[in-house]
């Protein structure tokens, strides 16, 4: 029985992306580049019943599309205008999101110093036009297949074992080559490094199976809201780390965020996950050690800051949002007003222990809500008991010395009761 072949073809730029669907299954892509619309076209009913195809007229755009989409073959003409195949080939191998896409050169030179200037410049096979259509696609099968057995024998020696993903040793290696590539046509690249927020805590919750299928869920998750072109490892047991190539640290963190909220978005029974993320991006003037430490630092203003958040390493605060962290901002003061306020003292009795104006206690406390990111609806006096529990002590010896003024102030009726504090 002859299955039906449907082909639909969509804008794409200044090309074609034909799908033929044969009912296989998904099929691979395949970028057929050349500047002859002829041959193009061609190209598209040889190898359509086979292949989803996407056809280009220029190496320029056959750079962006194998960026963007990753093809599972290229299959290259070697004579174009501007860019010629053995440029292509060239910008291709120096960049770590396509270096391992094998091209076939396709092409009306048939001298063997042409072949070899085309293999030795990094495709994997050399075809002369006019090519066979039988052994086109035979070969773009075995450079499908060829593909396929080293990507899985990479993940093999590689992976993770929990959630597949290419392990820590992976990411030291795509990191060096990332950095060499950045450093020869000067593009940004950025790491992440996210955290699974207290893991520890939710293992004992829900034991090792379940938490191993959380990982699972959680690494599909994340790169899931990656581009294709992005990086993801397994890189500590409660973090994985993503290399972000063409990103700079903007562009870092909305990938960050996107995956942020959805971790925190996930439908599960026993636990609410969340993921803490640093981002740092390369500086040429600066070595990977420094470009992680920056990464592992900023992690830790997002961990140390409540968790569920994501902090870039040129982020101007020297603090993490952490109530005890930004409490090192305050003035002996602020402190003296803070435990007065953890008692629940009004305004004017605590102006009437500190010798001070009523209106200077509200001015000490607008600066401590502005320097603890206190919001305007959060008692301080409720703040201050639920986080700094530490505080006891210097209340105990601030009751300790100011008991007689305290008593004092109330007995000469200095100030006016008044409500505690809001």
């Known amino acids: 029985m002859t299955s039906s072949v449907e082909v639909e073809t969509r804008a794409w ?5 034909v799908t033929a669907e044969n009912g296989s299954g998904e099929r691979p892509t395949v970028l057929v580049v050349d500047d002859d619309p002829d041959l193009l076209r061609l190209a598209e009913v040889q190898l359509r019943a086979d292949f989803t195809l996407i056809l280009a007229d220029n190496g320029a755009d056959c750079i962006k599309i194998a960026q963007s989409r990753s093809p ?4 290259l003409d070697m004579m174009m205008p501007e860019m010629d195949g053995l440029t292509v080939l060239q910008l291709l191998a120096e960049d770590t999101s396509t270096a391992d896409i094998p091209v076939i ?4 030179l048939s001298r063997v110093d042409d072949k070899l200037k085309g293999l030795y410049g990094g495709a994997i096979d050399y075809m002369t036009k006019p090519a066979d259509q039988r052994e086109l696609v035979a070969r773009i099968w075995a450079s499908v297949r060829r593909r ?3 990507a899985e024998a990479l993940q093999r020696n590689s992976a993770d074992p929990i959630t597949g993903l290419p392990a820590r040793g992976a990411f030291d290696i795509r990191l060096n080559e990332e950095m060499a590539r950045s450093k020869r046509t000067s593009a940004p690249f950025s790491v992440l490094i996210i955290e699974i927020d207290d893991l520890g ?12 299928r959380l990982l699972q869920r959680l690494a599909r998750i994340v790169k899931s809201n990656l581009r294709a072109s992005d990086l993801l490892f397994r890189y500590e047991s409660d973090e994985f780390s993503a290399l972000l190539p063409e990103s700079d640290a903007g562009t870092a963190w909305v990938a960050s965020e996107r995956i942020r909220t959805a971790v925190s978005e996930m439908q599960t029974d026993a636990v609410l996950p969340t993921v803490s993320i640093g981002i740092s991006e390369y500086s040429r003037n600066h070595s990977l050690d420094e470009l992680m430490a920056k990464a592992e630092i900023a992690l830790f203003r997002a961990r140390e800051s409540g968790g569920d958040m994501s902090w870039r390493a040129d982020d101007p605060r020297k603090r993490s949002l952490n109530a005890v962290s930004l409490s090192e901002e305050l ?3 602020e402190w003296d007003v803070l435990a007065h306020l953890a008692q629940r003292r009004t305004e ?9 104006s009523a209106g200077t206690v509200r001015s000490h406390k607008a600066r401590i809500r502005r320097k603890l990111h206190v919001s305007p609806d959060t008692r301080l006096a409720d703040f201050v008991r639920e986080n700094f529990r530490d505080l006891s002590d210097r209340i105990a010896h601030a009751e300790s010395t100011d008991s007689d003024d305290f008593e004092s102030a109330q007995s000469k009726g200095q100030g006016q009761s008044g409500n505690p504090e809001n």
């Open 348 to 356: 004017q009795e605590i102006a009437g222990v500190l010798g001070i």
């Open 201 to 212: 805590s939710i293992v004992e919750r829900i034991g090792d199976e379940q938490a191993d």
């Open 105 to 108: 050169c396709l092409s009306a």
């Open 72 to 75: 599972s073959v290229i299959v």
């Open 13 to 17: 730029g200044d090309h074609k992306r």
């Open 148 to 150: 396929k057995r080293e």
């Open 331 to 333: 003035t002996l003061r």
